[in-house]
T-cell receptor
Framework: NAGVTQTPKFRVLKTGQSMTLLCAQD?????MYWYRQDPGMGLRLIHY???????AKGEVPDGYNVSRLKKQNFLLGLESAAPSQTSVYFC?????????????????FGPGTRLTVL | GQNIDQPTEMTATEGAIVQINCTYQ??????LFWYQQHAGEAPTFLSY????GLEEKGRFSSFLSRSKGYSYLLLKELQMKDSASYLC??????????FGRGTSLIVHP
């Protein structure tokens, strides 16, 4: 069981470039999330998905797009990167809101992607 | 909307007890999580409370009062490895968690 994996681990972009961050989970979780974490700001939700083929905006969605074509994958795209998007990005997954046996619906996090936009 | 408050930073001595508070205001409530995050690593789950009272898990306990919009995480017999950020997250009416800004705990000898 790999849990939640993220690729890449590090990336440096120039302003205006585009990229896609990939998140994969092997726990058959319904819910998946993308967060960014900046010093002093905690984890802020960018977009989330409550199931394959569905996505929704979180607290800070501007400048990002997402897709959930397969249940196990959740992609985060930056179409035109800006220095303000320099951050650490975490993907997470969890069972549905109704939960499963022996679960608190806690989130399982990937190791993070450290992105720098110059 | 949701508002979650935690102290920014706390310091404590190895072997002591520390209490990290979290207050919240939410529209709807479906539980409160505590996560631990070491520097440069991902958050990991510590505890979940949905009913009032204390949940104990070894050296860590978490308390919830829904009427007061208040929770705390209690860490006993502090060890150096407990130096980390502690994140409070509230599950509101939408079942999507909202995180506080985290409390950085520094444990010194």
């Amino acid at each position: 069981n790999a849990g939640v994996t993220q690729t890449p681990k590090f990336r440096v972009l120039k302003t205006g470039q585009s990229m896609t961050l990939l998140c994969a989970q092997d726990m058959n979780h319904e819910y998946m999330y993308w967060y960014r974490q900046d010093p002093g700001m905690g984890l802020r939700l960018i977009h989330y998905s409550v199931g394959e083929g569905t996505t929704a905006k979180g607290e800070v969605p501007d400048g990002y797009n997402v897709s959930r074509l397969k249940k196990q994958n959740f992609l985060l795209g930056l179409e035109s990167a800006a220095p303000s998007q320099t951050s650490v990005y975490f993907c997470a997954s969890s069972y549905s809101s109704r939960g499963g046996a022996n679960t608190y619906n806690e989130q399982f996090f990937g190791p993070g992607t450290r992105l720098t936009v110059l | 909307g949701q508002n979650i408050d935690q102290p920014t930073e706390m310091t404590a001595t190895e072997g002591a007890i520390v209490q990290i508070n979290c207050t919240y205001q939410t529209s709807g409530f479906n539980g409160l999580f505590w996560y631990q995050q070491h520097a440069g690593e991902a958050p990991t789950f510590l505890s979940y409370n949905v009913l009032d009272g204390l949940e104990e898990k070894g050296r860590f306990s978490s308390f919830l009062s829904r009427s007061k919009g208040y929770s705390y995480l209690l860490l006993k017999e502090l060890q150096m490895k407990d130096s980390a950020s502690y994140l409070c997250a509230v599950l509101g009416g939408s079942y999507i968690p909202t995180f506080g800004r985290g409390t950085s705990l520094i444990v010194h000898p």
